[in-house]
């Protein structure tokens, strides 16, 4: 009947559940068994039968080969624990560093932030595109946020000003960072505290502000997480707050490269409580960081083309004439924090898949070196019966075991490298304290483990598994496959030693950069001692000020081995920017023109070691009616003066003429790798800055210097607490830190790949001389000398080598190229690194071929006669 | 035949010389790695499934084929258990692997007359007998454990 022959031709179908071995073996006899079924029972009870009859025995029939595989692979792997710990240490090495760059990744890219729809928020900056100096991300002044609040493209828009807040604590000082933020700060960011409850908008009017939410770690360090914490108080700036709210763990925003420029995790938030004045006066000053939620349906580019629309009609409206010219910047809030990092994740991640494919055809390698030794194992398996797909698998299986054996091994490694790296500290990689190896990442690792074990292990079963058993059983020795697979073999090694160059000299062009980075000139000198100090309340004059610093570096200057004590507005390095108009007298000017401008003391650029070029320091004490002193930066000269003496040039900055004095050389400010800009200086003590560096150079112990300084600085006022001491060394290397940690990662990886690629290119020479034992016994029977047959075996490996080099150094040339970006003083296609490399490389491989060519030598013809 | 085609049905039929080749390397290999089996007590083996016990019992008295054992077992049980095919042949596979039962060559298959050629037969082995004993020795003893604490029939 039709409907009887559809129903087995159905179970026909379902039989290719099952493994084929099996199918092939009783499928014929269980369509039978379902035919004679059908006859005598009801066919519906025989397909409620059937179908979880299939489900069940079929897995089950799967699950016991997989065992059987499994008992066999663990034997195989126990029979030669030289291959098995070759093997395993390379997967660890792949799969290990894998595993680390991608919780890196997972901790940056993927791991939810701890607000509510990240991706619906926005920040607004303000750039300038008048003027150059001005970054991108500027944050909007207060008029501008209060003139946005009417638009159609957000459901909310909030602001906040990260500082830095001076809390007593039982007598002691201590400087904490925060933000005072506008009242609906929380919701737009629809976070919640763990405690109590967040700001609100009605705490952000003035004379309600008195309020504050604390983070998990200042709980946990100032109150010992006493669950009785709300209703205490805190002393802020001279200020008394009463905490309303824990926040949980998580969020400390903003934190450590939140935005460009973003400071220290946060540790409490108070309302911003502004003054009428503040929210519609441009001159007042102030400005807050300003986050959006985007409406639903709303993308970034329309919101970007409204706030545009907005910022274009308001600009000439609340801007004073000679400031105009704001836009508005829309941004996706997870791009701006994890934008600077992801070309950085990238290369990693590059880097530590060039390393696992390394790693995967360096196991392939072996296994397929293992497989023309079971040569004889396959011909007998398959003259039992066995078929090439059960013969496959089992390669295969014990490839999984060997990948997955690797794995763990490679999560240990995993581990390990990433306590180096958070003690190494990156430098601007966002939550990268939150590091972890989680469910995810170990998912991951496994999931990487079965691919790399499949990847490596297809290639040697599908050839192992193609056994000529004729010719085998022909010739009954070792030949029966070495032929085909020693062309692949070759390919993969050649594959090595090319990936292992791009790798290699990828890190030999950051090491060159990173060399070149530490010798920059700086223009300072790196053992300078230098610390920051700020005023708040109680110093609102000049004269005070002026009092406070003379008495300071009275004091200070008095200290054992102190030679020069200085001030300075920013320091290099300090990420404090300063920049003002110039107008140069008999000179047209130039469109806006922009420089730095610090306010220093002449013992400032003493203690720094920054060199007078041209005439001499303003005098520090020059009277307020005098016309004013002031020094240029070789840069500034070089700018504005380049044919002209720059002594005693005229020009205005603001609304007074200063007289040019002298010149000093350049300063790196903001980055090592940064040119200096044009800088002017003005005499400090004729405009005093509440925020300012003290630096002091001596011939004493840095660390026995700063306690002395601080007790100076405690003695004077016990509210100013001395922040961030340390060295111009410590700047630096903070400075460098991404880059360094970049070279070394992309150097560790190399090495790793260069050392991977030699144990494969040894392991085939050693291979290789086996196989070819007697041949290389009938030359030396027949006389070749010892040099011939050394010539033999090291020219092959060179031969490779050198075919591995030629792909290497192209694929270098067109990688580089894109990397461009990375380098700092050294073109991609640096001569140095491409002959460095391809040498060292050509170095370590005729050491990993002499060793199995110098066995090859010692072979006794007699017994390898006997051999095969 | 050349040596092109894959060899695999043909290279060692009995008589040949590649027929005692191969037996050659399956003696000189292969022994080790099966020795274990012959070690095998009945014990080792046991509890059964209730599948596998069942179908040792119908292979009991006569050599059967698949069909015929679902039959049996589905009798015996009063239809209460009913082989599918998957099943039937997943555990005789395994009983085959350990020596329960062997598969019949030609020569030794029942009569001609409820012959069907395209069927395999199945007979039980001597440890194959033993197992079957000692699994049932096992069941009796537990259920007379349990007649003392009148948990089971008395015997009729």
Not at chain 1, 262 to 291: E, R, Y
Not at chain 1, 450 to 473: E, H, I, M, Q
Not at chain 1, 660 to 683: C, Q, W
Not at chain 2, 42 to 59: M, N
Request: proline share 6%; aromatic share 8%; hydrophobic share 45%.
């Amino acid at each position: 009947m039709a409907w009887r022959r559809s129903a087995v031709r159905i179970y026909r179908a379902l039989l290719f559940a099952y493994p084929a071995e099996f199918r092939h073996e009783y499928g014929s006899e269980m369509v039978q068994l379902f035919e004679d079924r059908l006859q005598s029972e009801p066919a519906l009870r025989v397909w409620l039968d059937t179908l979880p009859d299939v489900a069940s025995s079929a897995l089950k029939e799967h699950l016991h080969i997989l065992a059987a595989g499994l008992v066999y692979g663990a034997r195989m792997i126990r029979k030669s624990p030289a291959f098995t710990l070759v093997a395993l240490f390379a997967m660890a090495l792949g799969i290990g560093a894998t595993t680390a760059v991608f919780s890196l990744i997972n901790a940056v890219l993927i791991r939810s932030l701890p607000y509510g729809d990240p991706e619906r928020l926005v920040y607004i900056w303000t750039p300038n595109p008048r003027f150059k100096e001005i970054p991108l991300e500027m944050a909007p002044s207060h008029p501008d946020f209060y003139a946005w609040q009417n638009n159609q493209s957000f459901s909310d828009l909030t602001m906040f000003s990260p500082g830095s807040f001076r809390m007593l604590d039982g007598g002691q000082v201590q400087r904490i960072s925060g933000a005072e933020v506008a009242g609906n700060f929380f919701s737009t960011l629809r976070a919640r505290p763990l405690l109590g409850r967040a700001i609100e908008p009605e705490d952000d009017r003035p004379g309600h502000q008195h309020v504050v939410v604390i983070s998990d770690v200042l709980w946990r360090s100032r109150f010992s997480s006493a669950p009785n914490v709300l209703g205490n108080t805190l002393h802020l700036n001279r200020e008394i707050y009463t905490i309303v709210g824990v926040m949980p763990p998580k969020f400390r925003y903003p934190g450590r490269a939140d935005f460009p420029d973003s400071g220290d995790a946060t540790d409490l938030w108070i309302p911003a409580a502004l003054a009428p004045v503040q929210k519609s006066d441009f001159n007042a000053g102030g400005d807050g960081v300003t986050i959006g939620r985007l409406k639903p349906g709303v993308s970034v580019k329309q919101a970007q083309a409204e706030m545009s629309g907005i910022e274009a009609r308001i600009d000439p409206i609340i801007h004073p004439a000679e400031w105009r010219g704001w836009v508005a910047l829309v941004r996706p809030f997870i791009d701006t924090a994890i934008g600077p990092v992801r070309p950085l994740l990238w290369l990693l991640m590059g880097a530590v898949s060039l390393v696992l494919l390394i790693a995967c055809s360096n196991v392939a390698n072996l296994l397929l070196a293992r497989a023309a030794g079971r040569v004889h194992e396959m011909g007998v398996r398959t003259a039992l019966g066995a078929e090439r797909v059960r013969l496959v698998r089992q390669m295969l299986t014990e490839a999984l075991v060997l990948a997955l054996g690797g794995g763990m091994l490679g999560i240990l490694i995993a581990y390990a490298a990433l306590r180096v790296v958070l003690r190494v500290q990156p430098g601007n990689i966002p939550r990268l304290d939150e590091t972890s190896l989680d469910a995810r990442v170990l998912l991951f690792t496994v999931g990487a483990s079965l691919l790399t074990g499949l990847g490596f292990g297809l290639l040697p079963a599908l050839a192992a598994s193609r056994v000529n058993l004729n010719s085998l059983l022909k010739q009954g020795g070792n030949k029966g496959v070495a032929g085909t697979s020693n062309s692949l073999r070759n390919g993969l090694i050649v594959t090595q030693v090319a990936l292992s160059v791009i790798l290699l000299a990828g890190a030999g062009l950051l090491i060159r950069s990173y060399l070149k980075v530490q010798s920059v000139d700086t223009g300072f000198a790196p053992s300078t001692l230098t610390m920051n100090l700020t005023m708040d309340e109680g110093y609102e004059t000049p004269q005070k000020l002026d009092h406070y610093f003379r008495s300071l570096i009275g004091q200070v200057k008095q200290l054992p081995g102190v030679e020069h004590a200085g001030l300075v507005s920013a320091l290099p390095l300090s990420h404090r920017e300063s920049i003002s108009k110039v107008e140069i007298k008999g000179h047209t000017v130039k469109k806006d023109q922009m420089v730095d401008d610090r306010a220093a003391t002449t013992a400032y650029f003493e203690s720094m070691g920054i060199q007078l070029l041209e005439g001499r320091f303003f005098a520090d004490e020059a009277p307020h009616d005098h016309p004013a002193e002031m020094m240029v930066s070789q840069s500034f000269a070089k700018l504005y003066f380049p044919r002209e003496t720059v002594i005693g040039q005229q020009f205005r900055s603001g609304d007074q003429w200063h007289t040019i004095v002298g010149v000093v050389a350049d300063v790196r400010h903001s980055s090592l790798e940064e040119s200096p800009r044009p800088t002017v200086y003005s005499p400090f003590m004729q405009r005093p800055d509440n925020h300012s560096y003290l630096t002091v150079r001596s011939t004493g112990a840095p660390d026995q210097l700063i306690s002395s300084i601080a007790k100076i600085v405690r003695g004077l006022d016990p509210t100013i607490a001395p922040q961030h001491p340390g060295t111009m060394r410590q700047l630096m290397s903070e400075a460098t830190s991404a880059r360094r940690f970049q070279t070394v990662a992309l150097s560790v990886f190399a090495a790793v790949a260069v050392f991977l690629a030699l144990v494969g290119l040894y392991g085939l020479m050693a291979y290789a001389v086996k196989q070819r034992t007697a041949e290389i016994g009938i030359r030396i029977a027949l006389g070749a000398p010892a040099a011939r047959v050394l010539a033999l075996i090291v020219g092959k490996g060179l031969a490779l080598v050198t075919a591995g080099l030629v792909f290497g150094l192209a694929g270098t040339l067109a990688l580089t190229r894109l990397g461009a970006s990375w380098l700092y003083g050294v073109s991609p296609a640096d001569p140095l690194t491409l002959i460095a490399v391809p040498l060292l490389i050509l170095t370590v491989a005729l050491v990993a071929c002499l060793i199995p060519a110098w066995k090859a030598t010692r072979i006794d013809p007699v017994t390898a006669l006997c051999y095969d | 035949m050349t040596g092109d085609q894959h060899p695999q049905y043909t290279a060692y039929e009995k008589g040949t010389p590649r027929y005692y080749i191969a037996r050659h390397y399956i003696v000189m290999r292969y022994t080790s790695n099966v020795k274990h089996l012959q070690d095998l007590t009945p014990s080792d083996l046991l509890p059964l499934t209730p599948q596998v016990f069942h179908i040792l019992v119908a292979l009991a008295d006569r050599d059967q084929h698949g069909y015929c054992i679902m039959q049996d077992v589905a009798e015996r049980t009063g239809g209460s258990m009913r082989l599918s095919p998957g099943t039937l042949y997943g555990s005789i596979k395994r009983m085959l692997e350990q020596g329960l039962i062997v598969e019949l060559r030609d020569k030794d298959r029942p009569d001609a007359r409820d012959d069907d050629e395209r069927r395999r037969y199945y007979r039980l082995t001597p440890f194959g007998r033993k197992v079957v004993k000692a699994e049932a020795a096992r069941l009796s003893e537990m259920v007379e454990q349990a007649r003392v604490y009148g948990l089971a029939p008395k015997r009729g």
